[in-house]
């Protein structure tokens, strides 16, 4: 069994990082994306539901309390 793995995408655009991990197999367990222009965002919010949009990259921080705590693979 493959290891889930947890992205975070600064400027993920439409996402297609998400399409190539999935082509290529990745088992992403969460995939957070900080992305601020609405168009991009309501396309991959159509493509792809399960990401979470966590607003501009100038506003995520890397506490241990935060979500984003056990990125680190990618």
Do not use: W
């Not at 947890?6 to 190539?20: D, H, L, R, T, Y």
Request: hydrophobic share 40%; net charge negative.
């Amino acid at each position: 069994m493959q290891r889930k793995i947890n992205v975070f995408s600064a400027f993920g655009g439409i996402e297609c990082g998400k399409v190539a991990m999935d082509m290529e197999g990745f088992e992403i367990g969460t995939y957070f994306s900080s992305e601020i222009d609405e168009y991009p965002i309501a396309i991959t919010k159509a493509n792809h539901p399960d990401i979470i949009h966590v607003g501009s990259v100038t506003d995520v921080t890397f506490t241990s309390t935060h979500p984003f705590t056990n990125i680190g693979d990618l």
